[in-house]
C-alpha cells in the first residue's frame, strides 16, 4: 500500500510540475502580447496568468551578414511581485531556431489588497548563433536581449455589470471587439430629459 502511494505520489508530482503553458498558433513573428497590447489585469483574491508567445525565426542579420539562429535562452523575467513567477515551454527556457515556444507568467498565490498598482516587467534573453566557423562547435553567444515596457497591473476586483444609471435612461451599449481575449471598447449613449 505505502509503495502504491509512493508511486502515485510521484506520478501527480511529475504531473504538475510537467504542466506548460502552449503558444497561440495565431502568431507568427516576434512576441506576443507586444507591448502595444500589453498584459492582462490582474485582480485581488484571483489567480492570474498569461502566456507569452516566442516565434523565433531560423536565421537573422548579425554584423552585416545573415546568419542562423541557434537558440535563445530566457535568462530572466524582472519586476515580479513576490507572489509571481514564471514556468516556459520547454521547462529548460531555450527556445530553438525556427520554434515557436512560450512562457507562463502566473501567481502562485491569489494578489492582494497591499499589491494593487503597476510592476515594470522586463523579460532578459540571451540570443546565441550556429558557429559560423563550424556548426560542430559551441553556439555562440550574441548578446542579451531586453524585453521591457510591459506592466503588470494588479487592480481591486471590480463589480460586473451596471448597478445604477442616473440623471438619465441609457440608449445604447456597444463592447468591442466581441469575442474578445484581452481589452475590450464599451462605448453608451445617455439620452437626459430636459
Do not use: W
Amino acid at each position: 500500500m505505502k509503495r502504491t502511494l509512493l508511486i502515485l505520489s510521484i506520478l501527480a508530482g511529475g504531473y504538475a510540475v510537467s504542466a506548460q503553458c502552449t503558444p497561440d498558433p495565431a502568431v507568427t513573428s516576434g512576441i506576443s502580447p507586444d507591448t502595444a497590447t500589453g498584459m492582462s489585469v490582474s485582480f485581488v483574491g484571483q489567480s492570474y496568468s498569461e502566456v507569452f508567445t516566442f516565434v523565433v525565426p531560423q536565421d537573422t542579420l548579425y554584423q552585416g551578414a545573415t546568419v542562423t539562429i541557434s537558440h535563445i535562452e530566457l535568462d530572466d523575467v524582472q519586476g515580479l511581485p513576490s507572489n509571481y513567477t514564471y514556468g516556459c515551454n520547454p521547462t529548460d527556457c531555450i527556445f530553438n531556431g525556427g520554434t515557436t515556444k512560450c512562457v507562463d507568467l502566473y501567481s502562485v498565490s491569489d494578489p492582494i489588497s497591499s499589491q494593487v498598482g503597476s510592476y515594470p516587467i522586463t523579460i532578459l534573453a540571451t540570443g546565441y548563433i550556429v558557429n559560423p566557423l563550424s556548426s560542430s562547435l559551441p553556439p555562440v553567444g550574441v548578446g542579451q536581449t531586453t524585453y521591457d515596457g510591459y506592466y503588470l497591473v494588479i487592480e481591486e476586483q471590480t463589480p460586473v455589470g451596471i448597478t445604477k444609471v442616473e440623471n438619465g435612461d441609457m440608449k445604447s451599449l456597444t463592447a468591442y471587439p466581441n469575442p474578445t481575449s484581452g481589452n475590450t471598447t464599451i462605448e453608451f449613449a445617455m439620452g437626459y430629459s430636459s
